[in-house]
């Protein structure tokens, strides 16, 4: 079985078993076989593979019970911030399916009126990411971890929780305010991708082999540099993107006023009459493809476009840099430089 | 230092670094603020107390600073709790002051319309509810526990983790639907209150010793019998109390239609008059005095009334017998003994 696949088993089997304890005590089974449902429906599982890859690039040995069980912690741990994150934006579809708070409020219809099944839809949704925050910790506390690799893990993933729901919270802040401030953008790439995604998952896996730092510190510099080219590539896809390649929409982020990157260069480097249409159409919650082509526009007549293209180039190569020399295995080096340049080429 | 001051003192401190590390580095200290303010401006801290009295029950020293960092955690769950509670429940105020959700809407509504202000407010009290439950396993796991204690103190705060948000899901769905079933509310009082506010806290603080089965099959045994007395107490006064004393509306239940202990009993021995008027009443979001006296004289005519009474009674007995015998010291049993008769006499 290869890593995504034992990832995927360890958690389904984990939801079982909360279902069939749930049933046993008459508690709402509900609960875990939605979350069951939730992480079943798809993900590529980036965090887990790079928790894993962590791990056997401090050579931790291949199908490691614990390290998948600690790598799948951090799926559960995501579907935790993606199901308040819907929560958050009032969305209504997640991958192409109903988001948990819109089946919720489907489910419970019977019987109640359309704002009081709204409303229960909505709060059995936040409970459910409770309760997958709780649950990805007892994955975490139940890996049969040494008391030093334990103490590691639960400070390593303190600091992750911290770091991504700082950015979560920077984020509602800065959106539909965008500015000038370069700043702003990349805290909030900092903390809600490259640390979160891509800084910590790996860091955790290699952790739990007691890695020296000569390896811990290569892997946090390719970390963040690769987590800033993955997240500044999703921002350039999210508005110049073609949905039928992407799967994504390209204009949410313009709709919502994101604070993003290019948002912020494009007001930097933009004329009078350029700064009259980043205001008027950036936030317009009632965006047209008219305003939209304006937008980008606006965005590649700044330069705004080229400038962020150039740093997702540099941040990929600087990831890859970063693993020259440092003591991993060949084939771990492989994976990861494969995965940078991936993000340096999805973007074109 | 008593031991709600240590408490406090611990939880305060806390929120304090965490507040100067997020604008050390520029992250929005308002975080650590808004959750200092909250658990700053007040509650009974009965949690950690418990835990502080499960601790010395089982001869833990008074003022160890792991036990107080224990305990403190469970109030910042505690915070965790009320604030996504609040959330659901979409409560204005708490405490005669605003909820979070609803003073973050008016701190953050300057250059916002009303809809996205209470938009924000509602995303960021959420997230805010998400750090707090976080970093109260940061303080559980930062308490300098051993690795017995830190292990056996995980696998006690995830059964309550998950307990409650069971209880509190089960009271989502079964409020606005009550009937003649006994056993859901009894599920309820059981996950939400009695497990979550006596059984787990006292059990946490004992074992934190390696305390023996003697003591805590007799501090479960207490625990329950307390809670459910506890629960079933604030379910009498939320309907007969007299807000002037309890400092809390009387008609919310009602008005909301839980599905409380007290309105299935009604149900179950309500004649076909009553029960029209039950039916009627109960979950009226417009409930008026002149309902609500009705509803109060369903639930005292059916005998609901003196059967909840009854069974509170018969709970604090069962609570203080449960100690008898028991190898704890005089003041630890005098202190859980009075608790016990507190619950029996608030209710009359």
Redesign the interface.
Known sequence: MDDVGAVEAVLLEFLREKTAA?LAE???G??PGLLGDFVGAGGKRVRPLLCLLGWRAARGPGGDPRAIRVAASLELFHAFALI?DD??D?SDTRRGRPTLQHFLTVR?QV??THT?AA??G???A??AG??A???S??LL?TAGLT?AQ??TA??RT?AM??QV??G???D??ST??PGPDT?IPW?VIR?KTAGYTFVHPLLLGAELTGAGSALTDALAEYGWAAGEAFQLGDDLLGVFGRPDETGKPNGDDLREGKHTLLAALAYERADAVQRAALDRHLGDAGLDEEGACRLREVLTATGAHDAVRRTVRERCRAAVQALEGAPLPEAVRRALTDLAAAQDSRTG
Chains 1, 2 share one sequence.
């Open positions: 749930a008459g508690l709402p509900e609960v308040h929560l958050m009032h419970h019987g109640r009081a409303r229960l909505a709060a059995a936040l409970l409770d309760v925050l709780a649950w910790a007892e506390h008391h334990l103490a639960l400070g303190d929780r911290t729901m700082y979560q919270y920077l509602l802040l539909g305010r700043g805290k903390c």
